[in-house]
């Protein structure tokens, strides 16, 4: 896989993010994690859609191979106003299909992240990953994320994680923006 090219979700596709969630949460299941165990939001999912901030990445064959989505909404639980919360682009959501394993493809989601972070005139690219899981803060780590703070927010997410958004890895496909 060479090149994915990028596009917002439609509404139409709300039920394609959510499956890849549902299949995400099981497989994290199946692996021993407890992390995104509970029934998937929906209403996130279609909210994303709804404000443009929800995007699926296909194959030159068009199948489906990843989602993400990318907003500027810092929760005020995890980036307090010394963070400048206005000075990010936050991840949510990032899922690869199994079938794209093995190709660095959230590696290259993360970097057009970062292109769009530095586009749009934030320094930084935000998220906050699952707190009882090492195995996802390594792979953050292992991509030049840094670790801000653990929040005990009850949702079971709060490792708050930055990268400088103009870092950029340069592994895995190349990434295009669909028109
Ligand atoms: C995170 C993700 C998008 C990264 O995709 P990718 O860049 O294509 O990388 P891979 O899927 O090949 O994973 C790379 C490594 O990270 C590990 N990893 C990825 N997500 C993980 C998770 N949630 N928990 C523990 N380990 C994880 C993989 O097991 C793999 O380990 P290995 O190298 O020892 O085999 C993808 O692994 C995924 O969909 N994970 C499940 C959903 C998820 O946790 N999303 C991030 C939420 S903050």
């Known amino acids: 896989m060479s090149t994915v090219t990028v596009r917002r979700a439609t509404a139409a596709s709300a039920d394609v993010v959510a499956d890849m969630w549902v299949r995400a949460a099981a497989a994290l299941a199946r692996a021993g994690l407890d992390q995104w165990q509970y029934p998937v939001k929906l209403h996130n999912i279609h909210a994303a859609i709804a404000a443009g901030t929800c995007w699926l990445a296909s194959d030159s ?22 963070d400048r919360p206005a000075d990010a682009f936050y991840l949510h959501r990032m899922i690869t299909e199994p079938a794209a394993k093995g190709v660095e493809l959230g590696s290259a989601l993360i970097d057009w992240s970062a292109r769009r972070a530095v586009e749009a005139g934030r320094k930084w690219i935000r998220l906050d990953a699952w707190r009882s899981n090492p195995g996802l803060w ?42």
């Open 61 to 82: 064959f068009g199948a489906i191979v990843g989602t993400i989505t990318l907003d500027q909404d810092a929760d005020p639980e995890m980036w307090p106003p010394e």
């Open 138 to 179: 390594k792979y953050y780590a292992d991509r030049g994320f840094e670790l801000v703070r653990v929040v005990p927010h009850p949702s079971g997410s709060g490792a708050c994680f930055q990268r400088d958004a103009t870092i950029q890895l340069g592994h895995g496909p190349t990434v295009r923006t669909a028109a």
